[in-house]
């Protein structure tokens, strides 16, 4: 006897990513099915809170290599990731991680025409994206002095985007230019850019937008931001940092659909933490110190935050440490690599395709 349509799909949503791959296989209305925009939403909904985990890069201290890994929320290693073969180990920048997509570059950022791809590790396929607009052909002599990247998803126009800004500098004259690439057309469009020089290369995304922290023209900071359904920058005050009386290194984080901001000593055996949420009230930015964590001793800089408000720092000895703000209690996390090479992203295994070409597996 034949299931009943809704409760096949009620129990198809809730099946793994590599279950259902495997049954379409042998099922072409089940291939139809996992290919279906509506049932892909659905199974990403039902499934972050159920197989959300943590998706770690770092250096490894015996081979130099970078290496990625899959973790439980609370700390657990799952399982290391085979890194598809079209990326140098070596030289790895991970962009960013949403709704089970990972992007991964090249970090040698001189080398503009060096691979970049967007990767379901789930779905085992991986899509090498075109070249750039902005090539080494077309900068016209100039010298490459810094690229940043972004990545990640606006619901509104359901599309993944990824935006490269390259600093550039001809004869003393500094220039900033900048293009995004759009998954749905599988193509780079170069826009319109504000001046700005993104000292902290690493990108938060949150619904819709893209964060990066950056001088202004007048050399003071800032929070510069893009945003993905009209493809433009703009500018954030961050908040005001000199009532903490000392120079203060900081990281962007994403939590609960909000942007983070931690600041944070640099010097020293024991640092502290402070923890600002941005939020807006009738229509003006505002920032809200969350909390202060420490002094803490062996520990470097903070990572990022878990989906539960636990807050992932570095160690001084390259490892992972967990430190739930509500207890204030750590818990060392068992992956341990160079120092200054570890980043933290949300992971969330998807039907979301990139319609590229299958190579990746997962090493138990």
């Known amino acids: 006897m034949a299931f009943p349509a809704n409760l096949m799909l009620h129990i198809l949503s809730r099946l793994p990513v590599k279950s259902?791959?495997?049954?379409?296989?042998?099922?072409?209305?089940?291939?139809?099915?996992?290919?279906?925009?509506?049932?892909?939403?659905?199974?990403?909904?039902?499934?972050?809170?159920?197989?959300?985990?943590?998706?770690?890069?770092?250096?490894?201290?015996?081979?130099?290599?970078?290496?990625?890994?899959?973790?439980?929320?609370?700390?657990y290693v799952l399982s290391d990731l085979?890194?598809?073969?079209?990326?140098?180990?070596?030289?790895?920048?991970?962009?960013?991680?949403?709704?089970?997509?990972l992007c991964l570059a090249h970090d040698t950022f001189a080398n503009l025409g060096s691979p970049i791809i967007l990767w379901n590790p789930a779905m085992a396929e991986f899509r090498v994206l075109p070249d750039g607009l902005i090539g080494s052909a077309n900068v016209h002599n100039a010298r490459v002095s810094g690229v940043a990247l972004g990545f990640g998803y606006h619901p509104l126009i359901d599309d993944y985007k990824l935006v490269r800004i390259v600093s550039l500098s001809r004869s003393n004259t500094p220039c900033i230019r900048a293009e995004v690439y759009s998954l749905r057309t599988d193509c780079w469009l170069e826009i319109d850019t504000l001046y700005f020089d993104i000292y902290e290369p690493s990108c938060t995304a949150v619904n819709g937008f893209l964060y990066w922290i950056a001088y202004g023209r007048v050399e003071s900071e800032l929070i510069l931001s893009?945003?993905?359904?009209?493809?433009?920058?703009?500018?954030?005050?961050?908040?005001?940092?000199?009532?903490?009386?000392?120079?203060?290194?900081?990281?962007?984080?994403?939590?609960?659909?909000?942007?983070?901001?931690?600041?944070?000593?640099?010097?020293?055996?024991?640092?502290?933490?402070?923890?600002?949420?941005?939020?807006?009230?009738?229509?003006?930015?505002?920032?809200?110190?969350?909390?202060?964590?420490?002094?803490?001793?062996?520990?470097?800089?903070?990572?990022?935050?878990?989906?539960?408000?636990?807050?992932?720092?570095?160690?001084?000895?390259?490892e992972l440490v967990l430190y739930d703000p509500t207890t204030q209690e750590t818990k060392n996390v068992p992956t341990r690599g160079l120092r200054f090479s570890s980043e933290v992203h949300f992971y969330v295994e998807s039907l979301v395709s990139t319609n590229g070409q299958g190579e990746s597996r997962t090493r138990d």
Request: charged share 20%.
């Open 226 to 318: 893009f945003d993905m359904r009209n493809e433009a920058f703009g500018q954030l005050q961050l908040p005001d940092l000199n009532v903490l009386g000392s120079p203060m290194c900081k990281k962007l984080a994403a939590l609960k659909e909000s942007l983070y901001l931690m600041a944070y000593t640099f010097s020293g055996r024991q640092k502290e933490f402070y923890v600002w949420q941005m939020v807006e009230q009738n229509a003006e930015v505002l920032w809200k110190l969350e909390c202060t964590i420490g002094p803490l001793l062996g520990v470097e800089r903070p990572l990022g935050c878990s989906l539960y408000g636990e807050i992932y720092i570095e160690s001084s000895r390259g």
């Open 82 to 101: 085979e890194i598809p073969s079209v990326m140098d180990s070596n030289h790895l920048k991970f962009v960013g991680s949403c709704n089970g997509l």
């Open 20 to 75: 259902l791959v495997r049954f379409a296989s042998v099922r072409k209305a089940w291939d139809a099915l996992i290919r279906d925009s509506h049932f892909i939403s659905q199974h990403l909904r039902l499934n972050i809170s159920k197989t959300g985990c943590l998706v770690v890069k770092y250096r490894s201290q015996i081979t130099r290599k970078h290496v990625i890994s899959l973790l439980l929320l609370d700390g």
